[in-house]
Structures are given as structure tokens and as C-alpha cells.
């Protein structure tokens, strides 16, 4: 089995049986991600086929030092959900499937997001709602560190919070 780094190597060549046996073993995992990140079927399967595609004449970006390849396709991913989401018009969202929310649920969710502190929820937005990337979180987080520390408050420890709410998004 080729490593990450081997196997983008032969992507980035043109190897279709290299690109296809990733594609045969990372599809069906994308498109159940993506059916979850949409709540949509079939955005899930066009925005997979997107990104497959998307890799397969453009590959570029990927490098096997910061991450796994997985992890790319899976990032790349996420970026066209939420572009897909930043286009749908509410008359869109609910045609296509309206959401029941019970009042537990909303209860639920709104006890965790009153528990974040105010910069927590603002990463959470920027990252989720509007789709910036980890490398403007980091640069909030390293700004409120230097806030906390001229402010006498001590070293505070937002940076490792941002990164706990990336990890478990």
C-alpha cells in the first residue's frame, strides 16, 4: 500500500488506477459526511463528486508533512458544504426537507453554546457559519492570548479551546 505522499505523487502524474483506488476507498465515507454536513442526499453526492473531481484536475495543495490525504479530501469537503449551505435560500431548505427540531434538542443546543465563552462562540462561527480557516481562528486566539496577558488576567488558554472546537467539529 503506497503512503499519502506516494500515492498524491501518482495523482498529481495522472494516474487514473492511483486516483481510482482512492476514490474507491474514500467515496462512500465522503458522501455519508456530506449527507450529514447538508442534511441533503443529493447535494452530498454532487458536492463529493465536485471534490473527486475538483482533486483529479486540479491536484494541488496537498502536503503529506501537515496532514494525512484523507484529511485534505475531507477538508476540501467541508469547505463545499458550507459553500453549499452560504447559497441555499430558506424557500430552498425548506423544499427540500424541513428540519424537526424538538424543543429538547433546542434546549440542548442552547445550553452548549451559552457554556462557550464569548470567543468560543465567535471561532465557532467563523469557522462553521462563514467558512474561515483554522489559520484566521489561530490568529484570534494568539490576539485574545496577548489580550489576557496585557490585562493581568493571566495566560489564558484559548488557543488550545479553538483548537478542542475544530478537533471535535
Not at 61 to 77: D, H, M, N
Not at 98 to 114: F, G, H, K
Not at 134 to 140: C, G, K, P
Request: aromatic content about 8%; some cysteine.
Amino acid at each position: 500500500m503506497a503512503t499519502d505522499a506516494e500515492l498524491w505523487k501518482q495523482i498529481c502524474r495522472g494516474d487514473s488506477d492511483a486516483f481510482d483506488a482512492f476514490y474507491r476507498e474514500n467515496a462512500l465515507r465522503l458522501q455519508t459526511f456530506l449527507r450529514h454536513a447538508t442534511g441533503n442526499p443529493q447535494a452530498a453526492e454532487d458536492l463529493m463528486q465536485e471534490t473527486f473531481t475538483g482533486i483529479w484536475q486540479k491536484p494541488n495543495g496537498f502536503v503529506a508533512e501537515q496532514g494525512s490525504l484523507r484529511a485534505y479530501l475531507y477538508g476540501i469537503a467541508r469547505k463545499r458544504a458550507a459553500q453549499w449551505w452560504r447559497t441555499q435560500r430558506p424557500q430552498d431548505l425548506i423544499a427540500n426537507e424541513p428540519a424537526v427540531y424538538t424543543a429538547e434538542t433546542v434546549s440542548a443546543i442552547t445550553d452548549a453554546l451559552q457554556r462557550l465563552s464569548h470567543g468560543q462562540r465567535t471561532l465557532l462561527w467563523l469557522r462553521e457559519v462563514e467558512g474561515q480557516s483554522s489559520a484566521l481562528s489561530d490568529r484570534i486566539c494568539l490576539r485574545q492570548e496577548k489580550l489576557c496577558e496585557q490585562s493581568g488576567a493571566g495566560r489564558a488558554k484559548p488557543r488550545g479551546r479553538a483548537h478542542e472546537l475544530q478537533r471535535s467539529c
